[in-house]
């Protein structure tokens, strides 16, 4: 069974610019999470899309956006691109609305804002 | 979502067991203790988990006292290969109000030889 898959694996971008990552979770899972990891530093929540609806997002600008698609597959917009946007970002899918279940990861999209 | 404190870091020698502790004080009765594996420029993966006494897989024992308000990870002869982030996570519930698999800042443990 394939797993959460991330694309593209690296991504360069000029500051102002907007940056799409994409995200496809594993088969049968209808949650996604997005989160940002700096350097050196912790996963900071993004957001949580259910069931084609975003539920929560975290103490992030508008500028992070994002959607999930009928497929459940998601994609996060990062528009007007700042240079402390570089970061890893992860993505995570659980299955609907379980309580207590484990999240898988995808490898992650790693951006760079020049 | 029970909040939880975990040491930042953590330093170690190869073959030697290692605990590590995380407090979560205000523990719902239905939360579960999770604890997520984090190498550098990966994603977290699942180690463990547990709701109370003992739990232990191939790779890791999780201990949970009876009042169930900290928890013990248990590394057994800790390799190299160990060296990585270690998240304790508590009532990793999903509901209507958007209980999230939220985060903390993790215990970094540095395994030397």
């Known amino acids: 069974e394939a797993g959460v898959t991330q694309s593209p694996t690296h991504l360069i971008k000029t500051r102002g610019q907007q940056a799409t990552l994409r995200c496809s979770p594993i088969?049968?899972?209808?949650?996604v999470y997005w989160y940002q990891q700096a350097l050196g530093l912790g996963l900071q929540f993004l957001l949580w899309y259910d069931e084609g609806e975003e539920r929560n997002r975290g103490n992030f600008p508008p500028r992070f956006s994002g959607r999930q698609f009928p497929n459940y597959s998601s994609e996060l917009n990062v528009n007007a691109l700042e240079l402390e946007d570089s970061a890893l970002y992860l993505c995570a899918s659980i299955p609907a609305r379980q309580t207590n279940t484990e999240a898988f990861f995808g490898q992650g999209t790693r951006l760079t804002v020049v | 979502l029970a909040k939880t404190t975990q040491p930042i870091s953590m330093d170690s020698y190869e073959g030697q067991e290692v605990n590590i502790t995380c407090s979560h004080n205000?523990?719902?009765?239905?939360?579960?203790i999770t604890w997520y594996q984090q190498f550098p420029s990966q994603g977290p993966r699942f180690i463990i988990q547990g709701y109370k006494t003992k739990v232990t897989n191939e790779v890791a024992s999780l201990f949970i006292p009876a009042d169930r308000k900290s928890s013990t990870l248990s590394l057994p002869r800790v390799s190299l290969s160990d060296t990585a982030v270690y998240y304790c996570?508590?009532?990793?519930?999903?509901?209507?109000?958007?209980?999230?698999?939220?985060f903390g800042p993790g215990t970094r443990l540095s395994v030397l030889p």
């Open positions: 088969s049968g899972h209808t949650s």
């Open positions: 205000n523990i719902a009765t239905n939360d579960y």
């Open positions: 996570l508590v009532g990793a519930r999903v509901d209507n109000y958007g209980q999230n698999f939220v």
